[in-house]
Nanobody, 123 residues
Framework: EVQLQASGGGLVQPGGSLRLSCAASGFAFDGYAMAWFRQAPGKEREGVACISGMGGGTLYADSVKGRFTISRDNAENTVYLQMNNLQPEDTAVYYC????????????????YGRGTQVTVSS
């Protein structure tokens, strides 16, 4: 059974930083791309960042390029999202996800999502 558990969210002031973690289990972690999605109140879920199975390829939404960094530790079956210079528009529930595919993409909804973690950016 695929299990994805995100953590690390919280309340942060504009300009601040947070690091999200996602512990994965139930599948061959290093064989598949992993991604972070987010959903803000009243909006559709959107892809934020994606990383290839071995970590050599990454993809970011334009809105977070230069501020967010996705990484993974295959020995720990964990994917991370370092978020810097957070802004109020980054407020959302953040989800880690896998499509059980090696393809690095944010073009469509994935098959598996974990429980999300709330990120709130406010002064």
């Amino acid at each position: 059974e695929v299990q994805l558990q995100a953590s690390g969210g919280g309340l942060v002031q504009p300009g601040g930083s947070l690091r999200l973690s996602c512990a994965a289990s139930g599948f061959a972690f290093d064989g598949y791309a992993m991604a972070w999605f987010r959903q803000a109140p009243g909006k559709e879920r959107e892809g934020v960042a994606c990383i290839s199975g071995m970590g050599g390829g990454t993809l970011y939404a334009d809105s977070v390029k230069g501020r967010f960094t996705i990484s993974r530790d295959n020995a720990e079956n964990t994917v991370y999202l370092q978020m810097n210079n957070l802004q109020p528009e980054d407020t959302a529930v953040y989800y880690c996800a896998t499509d059980m595919s090696p393809v690095v993409t944010l073009q469509y909804e994935y098959d598996y999502y974990g429980r999300g973690t709330q990120v709130t950016v406010s002064s």
